[in-house]
């Protein structure tokens, strides 16, 4: 009898089904992993907007995680949504027990509307990302973690390494907000900076690509990826997933991100 390998999303719920816990089970299931999921809020979403957020009380995330951690052999983690600084900081406490911490600072869903209150950058900072394998914030995340303008792929350079002071072993700046001949991510792993590619693809369909590429990453090192290996094999599904939504309608906003064929 043998053990699937287990990740674990710790994050929100997105009615729409494009982002959030749903948009992380689907990954983990597409990389063939099964996926544990505590849920930090529940947010009315569709394609075009945020119409509500409901964050879970502390003590209950916490009765999730021991409920999980407890129980199943995690192996790696995604985390996303975070909602409130005291979440933050219970996960940070819980990070002795999170293999392979996957960070991606949700700050903001991609119609624009706010998904956390209270100050979550320095909880961020100062509390969780010490105890990250990986960060992925995008340009806008980056920018208010760093009370800065993130917006050139000199910024992001800058931006990484400044991020990787407060002791993550890898930062992901991402550029999926910056158009060009290829969408360009900021890798800084282990003191060396490097640029992460792929083709443009042009779609509105782009809810979802960070909570996706987040938690592709955490799949592929839950079945035992270098880090390096599982942001590239990230990228290249969320290159792929983009390319399946590019061709299709869904919702009257900015659409669903898709999987690969
Ligand atoms: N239109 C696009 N074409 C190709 N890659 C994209 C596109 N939009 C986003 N990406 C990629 O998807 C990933 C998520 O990035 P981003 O959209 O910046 O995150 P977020 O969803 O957190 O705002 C990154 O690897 C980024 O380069
Ligand atoms: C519950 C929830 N979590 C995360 C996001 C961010 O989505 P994206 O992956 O597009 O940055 C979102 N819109 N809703």
């Known amino acids: 009898m043998r053990e699937p390998q287990v990740a674990l999303t710790i994050a929100g719920s997105d009615s729409g089904g494009g982002?959030?816990?749903?948009?992380?089970?689907?990954?983990?299931?597409?990389?063939?992993?099964f996926g544990a999921s505590v849920v930090t809020a529940l947010t009315a979403q569709n394609t075009v907007g945020v119409h509500g957020v409901a964050a879970t009380a502390t003590e209950f995330v916490a009765?999730?995680?021991?409920?999980?951690?407890?129980?199943?052999?995690?192996?790696?983690?995604?985390?996303?949504?975070l909602a409130t600084p005291s979440t933050v900081e219970l996960v940070a406490a819980y990070a002795p027990r999170l293999p392979g911490l996957v960070v991606d600072p949700v700050l903001v869903a991609t119609s624009g509307d706010p998904l956390f209150t209270g100050d979550v950058a320095t909880a961020y900072r100062e509390k969780?990302?010490?105890?990250?394998?990986?960060v992925t914030p995008n340009l806008h995340e980056a920018g208010v973690l760093l009370d800065r303008k993130v917006s050139t792929v000199d910024d992001m350079r800058a931006a990484a390494e400044d991020l990787a002071a407060t002791g993550a072993r890898c930062v992901v700046v991402k550029g999926g907000h910056l158009p060009g001949?290829?969408?360009?991510?900021?890798v800084w792993l282990d003191g060396v900076v490097s640029e992460l590619t792929a083709p443009w693809v042009n779609t509105?369909?782009?809810?979802?690509?960070?909570?996706?590429f987040a938690s592709a990453t955490a799949a592929l090192l839950a079945k035992g990826a270098s880090v390096r290996e599982a942001l590239t094999g990230?990228?290249?599904y969320v290159n792929e997933s983009l390319r399946r939504s590019a061709a299709w309608r869904l919702g009257a906003g900015s659409g669903p991100v898709g999987w690969p064929d």
Do not use: E, S, W, Y
């Open 181 to 186: 001949t290829d969408a360009v991510d900021v």
């Open 19 to 33: 982002a959030g816990i749903q948009a992380d089970l689907r990954a983990f299931t597409m990389h063939g992993v």
């Open 204 to 212: 509105r369909n782009t809810h979802g690509t960070g909570c996706t």
């Open 128 to 134: 969780l990302f010490p105890h990250a394998t990986v």
């Open 63 to 81: 009765a999730q995680l021991d409920a999980v951690l407890n129980d199943l052999p995690v192996v790696a983690v995604k985390t996303g949504m």
């Open 234 to 236: 990230a990228k290249t």
